[in-house]
């Protein structure tokens, strides 16, 4: 009997001491971030030119606190931007109380007067600090804010009516909508001239009207609305009264109709009303961006053929009624609209067009007929993103990543090219994610550049020749090293093709014991419009803190995402439930090789929204991998989704593909253990995707955890949805007993 006893005492200790074991790693999750930013130094530099000037100012925090800095590009030299103790004098003498002039109750400023005057803002107030003078001159009442607007929402309708009348280019006259139809006034004369007569309320001319640069002629689009779904949602629990209430917002989803645009040219001098033919005008998924030629002699739209396999830019040329195609992009699989990029040279009538027509996005050059002059960039590597076009010069500062050999070809670097001659010169060649800004005269640039596993240096350059002319800070995180910080690891691998790189990064917790075993929670954000595994340095990457609970924690890019090859983003096409698993396990596989401490025998996954929706599919149709998963807000269904986002990867029309990846559809497939998670009022992803979810688990019988959040939106859970995930990936991954939060046990 005393030997039962003993044991049981050995036993209740022993789990106490596991239960304030696990409560203090708890703490120290929700410490992580302050603790190690507090020995983070010098970096997070985010410059902020001075209109006409060669002068820009930043902020970065010192041992001291935050510091403000000016910085005069001509003369290569840097000061402090203000004696910030004679304005914490002067503001503490206003509120009567000592200011740490290192803790100023601000963090940004703007300049005035040229450099002479800073401005800033203090809760509602924008104050004036002359220089010179070191004194605060004048209150200027309360600071500018934008509001809200109360049907801004991802789903939003505009039905192009009411808008303000449109002045011409030489203010004489104005064009205005009444009853659909189009009007100008003579503004001296207040004369107005009906110039259409066959607009009516269910096809009515648009108020977004475009004049000529010679203010002779206009453009507007005869608009034919269509049925638009609603999302209702209850708020069960209103914050100002007792009785729930709906909400209701519009909401089209794939497959629904949609609106029509059709361009009318009016000459109102002539009385001419010309319709503009091009053709399946009637299969449009949008039509717009219309932009006059300076000569006023033509004009062109865009027009994006619903299914996002064709975006053309039509022009219209003269009085003709026919629009002919200019520029075009065409792919089998789809287009990536919001990527498309243009730019008009006028001068040299030449156009300067992204395509990915041989596989990669790259600069071609275009006449004014359509006919292709050259390719001005090329290789196994892609343009991200045009900074500025010098037309002048025929250079083009670009945004491009992956041509260096060997390095993470998700990095951005920034690239001059000559349009004519091809001639390409990298501006910034360090091995990193390289954040640049442009001076106004852009004779300069600053950089800032760092990796995910390499911390910041910032930099004052020539933008002639990338030249470094002033090293502005480099971060310092040896306090944060020597309290115990661990960098994070950056790691690829082959995908499922055995051939293509794979990039992710690993975080460790600060207390990592190599000769120990971790369970691997893998955070997913999967969607096809971007990458996501961070590039640039932070404190704090992926989910560090959750690491602290003892998990190894990874974020990977699998095929499927964007910003590599087109073969390599097109894994998505019609097929969202791939979200690149294989390419992620193949990943996770050939780290742990290389890293026996991380168990594959054990590994979670969450994620919210898109990220939601693969985090579920993850236990779904990989069960033999992933174990646990926590889904937050999840776009469940791609028939119950937005229709831009989800027409834009599953196609249109609405096909079986859409059924195929749908977690309600294959809920019955459930094995390992799922939470779900639910903004009730959520006006990102129908909430209903998730409650269908729920509803088909339930059918097949299957367990499962379910949080619902009353009054949040799209949400990955705040502060109590984090708490449920950790404890969810404590009790299925470690095996551990959460702490007892109900009775602060």
């Known amino acids: 009997m005393k030997t039962h006893v003993i044991i049981i005492a050995a036993l209740l200790l022993q789990g106490n001491l596991q239960a304030r074991d ?3 790693r708890y703490a120290n999750a929700d410490a992580f971030r302050q603790k190690y930013t507090d020995g983070y130094y010098r970096g997070n530099v985010a410059p902020a030119w001075i209109e006409n000037t060669s002068c820009f100012w930043y902020s970065t925090r010192t041992p001291r606190g935050t510091e403000f800095f000016l910085v005069d590009a001509k003369k290569r030299d840097k000061q402090p931007a203000f004696d910030q103790e004679a304005l914490a004098k002067v503001l503490g003498k206003g509120k009567k109380e000592a200011i740490d002039p290192y803790k100023l109750p601000f963090s940004s400023i703007s300049f005035s007067d040229g450099i002479k005057k800073i401005k800033f803002t203090i809760r509602d107030s924008t104050f004036t600090y002359d220089v010179a003078r070191q004194r605060v001159t004048a209150r200027e009442g309360r600071a500018e804010r934008w509001p809200r607007r109360g049907n801004e929402h991802w789903g939003r309708v505009e039905d192009e009516k009411g808008y303000f009348p449109v002045p011409s280019p030489d203010k004489k006259r104005e064009a205005f909508t009444r009853e659909g139809n189009l009007y100008v006034r003579d503004i001296a004369s207040g004369k ?11 096809e009515y001319y648009s108020a977004r009207v475009s004049w000529s640069p010679d203010s002779r002629r206009i453009v507007a689009c005869k608009y034919r609305p269509a049925w638009t779904r609603k999302l209702r949602t209850v708020v069960a629990a209103p914050l100002d009264q007792l009785q729930p209430r709906l909400e209701e917002i519009d909401y089209v989803k794939p497959g629904d109709a949609l609106p029509a645009r059709l361009p009318v040219l009016f000459i109102p001098d002539e009385d001419k009303q010309i319709p503009v033919a091009f053709p399946e005008p009637e299969a449009q998924f949008s039509l717009g961006n219309i932009r006059w030629h300076p000569s006023s002699l033509s004009f062109t739209f865009d027009y994006n053929k619903r299914g996002h396999q064709e975006f053309i830019v039509y022009k219209v040329s003269g009085n003709d009624p026919v629009a002919r195609p200019l520029l075009a992009e065409r792919s089998a699989t789809f287009v990536y609209y919001n990527n498309i990029y243009r730019h008009d040279l006028v001068d040299a009538n030449e156009h300067l067009w992204i395509s990915e027509r041989d596989g990669w996005r790259h600069l071609y050059l275009y006449d004014d007929n359509g006919n292709l002059q050259r390719q001005i960039t090329r290789g196994e590597w892609i343009v991200k993103r045009v900074l500025r076009v ?6 083009v500062y ?3 990543c992956g041509r260096d050999a060997g390095e993470d070809p998700y990095l951005e670097k ?5 349009i004519d001659s091809g001639e390409l010169l990298c501006l910034t060649p360090e091995n990193g994610n390289h954040q640049v800004l442009f001076s106004p005269d852009n004779a300069y640039f600053t950089d800032s550049w760092s990796r995910v596993d390499l911390p910041p240096v910032a930099l004052l350059r020539s933008a002639a020749d990338g030249a470094t002319l002033l090293e502005l800070e480099r971060a310092d995180v040896s306090k944060a090293i020597a309290d115990g910080w661990r960098a994070p690891e950056v790691f690829h691998a082959k995908g499922r093709d055995g051939e293509t790189d794979i990039w992710g990064v690993i975080v460790r917790p600060v207390d990592f014991d190599p000769s120990r075993k971790y369970p691997v929670i893998e955070y997913i954000y999967a969607g096809p419009h971007d990458s996501f595994v961070p590039k640039s340095f932070t404190i704090a990457p992926v989910d560090a803190a959750l690491a602290q609970l003892g998990f190894i924690v990874v974020q990977i890019d699998g095929m499927g995402t964007a910003n590599r090859s087109k073969k390599f983003h097109d894994v998505c096409w019609k097929n969202l439930k791939d979200a690149g698993f294989p390419d992620r396990i193949a990943w996770m596989k050939a780290a742990a090789a290389a890293h026996p401490e991380m168990d594959l025998d054990r590994v979670g996954i969450y994620g919210c929204s898109a990220g939601g929706q693969s985090a579920m599919g993850a236990v779904l149709f990989h069960p033999e991998f992933y174990k646990v998963s926590v889904s937050a807000c999840g776009c469940h269904d791609n028939r119950m989704d937005k229709i831009w986002w989800n027409e834009q990867w599953m196609g249109y029309p609405v096909g079986p593909e859409y059924a195929e ?11 390992g253990k799922l939470m779900l998670i639910l903004g009730e009022l959520d006006d990102n992803v129908d909430p209903s995707s998730t409650v269908q979810v729920v509803d088909a688990l339930i059918k097949a019988n299957k367990e499962f955890d379910y949080v619902l959040l009353p009054n949040q939106r799209h949400t990955m859970g705040g502060q109590y949805g984090e708490r449920k995930r950790r404890d969810f990936f404590v009790r299925h991954l470690l095996g551990e007993e959460t702490p007892a939060w109900n009775t602060g046990r």
């Open 398 to 400: 670009f945004i491009g």
């Open 390 to 395: 010098d037309e002048r010069a025929r250079d």
């Open 192 to 202: 107005v001239k009906q110039l259409s007569f066959d607009g009516s309320e269910g």
């Open 414 to 418: 920034l690239y001059r090219v000559n």
């Open 661 to 671: 990846c749908s977690n309600v559809v294959n809920a019955h497939l459930l094995q």
């Open 22 to 24: 696990l409560k203090e």
